[in-house]
């Protein structure tokens, strides 16, 4: 592969068009997925602490904002040297083009998130694999798109959104390259785990065209099956949310009591080894102000050893040769790691946090059961008081969309998972209760 196909500022279905003065197509694409309205949506979606009551606990929208902006310095700070080693890159390339898409890809990477975080991504699954209204499918649909159905991701369901007309984002290709972890179909059989690229998939049957074309333009090596390889700046967007996670949610979990100040200054100061200065510590008053400063301090700390392991296995990368989280290879591996099973057994374990997942596995199924057989409905024309009126509850440009395809169960089924997995934490409760009949 090589850097001038791989930053491709080609939009698909739109003619090449030169960039603004001020502002380039990779910068447009960051403005295009801040105004959007599944970027927006992600306010009310949990991050981990469900439906939060602090107004210092991170949601989606607010993790999303600060992944992007560590991507953004990973990107550059790859850029910088990358520029340097390939004199025969495009003239008006720069390292902020490499922060931008970086910056673009990572602001957008949890848009396919559902209600209820990874838990809601199960429940979905859950609902076609052992729900019998969702069993009913199976014959309908064929063996791939069956594949998709039984196993929501989030990304494949994000890499949906970004191409959507509903929303017009039209985002670049090298934007697109970097946004998919998972450059691969569901039904692979030979998938290979060991493989990062490969351990979940990035994109269903109907965005496979999609990423055929995004992979052939950007030049990325395919695999066997429907396989290709990761666009290099994935790995940055992958560190940048490796590294938020690790250290914005072990912060969260200090704020609400959950892991002790003394432990959490210990596993932070595990990160910055020589860097940890415990007399400037004390000098700092307020439990929050401290581990703030030891947050940016290690977030700086492992920018710079992610960095590292990129530049260092460049070559590695472009020849689709390297295929590992770059957390997973940095200085502070161990570190991460010691954070990490505290983080399970202490904050992704709290009760709140099991309590509101265990509500995700009621309420999502639900709401599919019923918009499902609303779909149904619409496909059949049959008439049903009932479904007359959730099928009412559907958003128009949904209803117009299934009655186009009246033959077409998957096209019916992704587009109601579309309006069910982009609902908010508090609206999806909310709209099961009330179809249940619970509130009005």
Known sequence: MNWNQLLS??????????????????????????FSHPFRRLQDKTQVHPLPEHDFVHTRLTHSLEVSSVGRSLGRRAGEVILKRHSDLNNNLSHFDFGAITAAASLAHDLGNPPFGHAGEDAISDFFKNHAEGLYFKNKVT??????????EGNAQGFRIINSNQYGLKLTLAT?????????????????????SQKKFGFFQTEKSVFEETASTLGLIKYSGESWCRHPLTFLVEAADDICYNIIDLEDGCRLGLVSLKDTIELLAAILKDDFKPEKLEKISGQNEKVGVLRAM????????????????ETDLLEGKFDSA????????????????????????????VEIEASGHQVLPGLLQEFTQAGVYILTKEKSRKYQNLILLLPEEVRVAIAQEPDNYYHMLRLIIDFVSGLTDRHALSLYRKIHGMSL
Not at 143 to 152: H, S, V, Y
Not at 180 to 196: H, I
């Open 143 to 152: 063996e791939a798109e069956w594949t998709d159905l039984i196993k929501f």
């Open 326 to 353: 770059l957390t997973d290879l940095c200085a502070s591996k161990n570190s991460l790691d010691v954070i990490s099973a505290i983080s399970v057994e202490k904050i992704y374990r709290a009760r709140h946090v």
């Open 298 to 313: 290690a977030i700086n700390k492992l920018v710079n050893e992610c960095i590292d392991v990129f530049l260092s296995h």
């Open 9 to 34: 500022s080609q939009r698909i279905g739109q003619k090449p068009t030169s960039a603004e003065y001020s502002r380039s197509a990779f910068e447009q694409d960051y403005d295009r997925i801040i």
């Open 176 to 196: 697109l390259g970097a946004f998919t972890k998972y450059p691969c179909a569901a039904l692979l059989p030979s998938r290979d785990k060991s493989r990062k």
